[in-house]
């Protein structure tokens, strides 16, 4: 079965610094689904990769699929308290809805943001 | 439109004792999942349906039992409820429409004494 592995589990950063939170994966990336959960909320889609060597950005959030090596990366610029939360990565098991959509996820990486 | 919707939000339950978790849809989405969250471990799989009266198991499905009878809902029922089984419970939703990203409800914290 598919695994996600997530580096690091957690993470703190001081306002206003950068920082990258990867997701690798023991087999080939189809689609690789980014999500952050807020502590007691659901979690909320970022953003969806199918592509090797796709970049997609949303705000102050950019993520990355570099398929040859099964491993996406999201970067935070500058970030802000409001980025906190829990990131986590999700794998789609086929092309284009083959497993019904079903995503395997990594453990997630605690990111907390000091003022 | 709602999104995803579950109740309760919290449950504490006596060993043995069985309950029903409920999930709803307004937005007409055929695919729903249900899932579990240990703390650091991610989401697990537990039951998801294609449309109304196609279910099928996922990664951990011991201990439970989901129906589909509408496309709206998709009630994940625990029988028997154990100890293993506190954890917190997401039930989400797909149009399968790219991006074919998932909703996910609030979740309902479950603890089994």
């Known amino acids: 079965s598919q695994e996600l592995e997530q580096s690091p589990q957690s993470l703190i950063v001081q306002e206003g610094k950068n920082l990258t939170i990867n997701c690798t994966s023991s087999?080939?990336?189809?689609?690789l689904y980014w999500y952050k959960q807020k502590y007691g909320e659901g979690l909320i889609f970022l953003m969806m990769?199918?592509?090797?060597?796709e970049e997609k950005s949303h705000e102050k959030i950019t993520a990355k699929l570099d398929e040859k090596k099964q491993q996406s990366s999201l970067h935070i610029t500058a970030s802000q308290p409001s980025h906190a939360g829990i990131y986590l990565c999700?794998?789609?098991?086929?092309?284009?809805?083959?497993?019904?959509?079903?995503?395997?996820f990594g453990k997630g990486t605690l990111l907390t943001v000091n003022p | 439109n709602a999104g995803v919707t579950q109740t309760p939000k919290f449950r504490i339950l006596k060993i043995g004792q069985s309950m029903t978790l409920q999930c709803a849809q307004d937005?007409?989405?055929?695919?729903m999942y249900w899932y579990r969250q240990d703390p650091g471990m991610g989401l697990k799989l537990i039951y998801y349906?294609?449309?109304?009266?196609?279910?099928d198991k996922g990664e951990v499905p011991n201990g439970y039992n989901v129906s589909r009878s509408t496309t709206e809902d998709f009630p994940l029922r625990l029988e028997l409820a154990a100890p293993s089984q506190t954890s917190v419970y997401f039930c989400?939703?797909?149009?399968?429409?790219?991006?074919?990203?998932?909703?996910f409800g609030p979740g309902t914290r479950l603890t089994v004494t």
């Open positions: 989400a939703s797909t149009s399968g429409a790219f991006p074919y990203e998932q909703y």
């Open positions: 087999k080939t990336l189809y689609g």
């Open positions: 990769l199918q592509k090797g060597g």
């Open positions: 999700g794998a789609d098991k086929a092309k284009s809805g083959g497993s019904n959509y079903k995503l395997t």
């Open positions: 937005m007409n989405h055929n695919y």
């Open positions: 349906s294609v449309g109304a009266g196609i279910t």
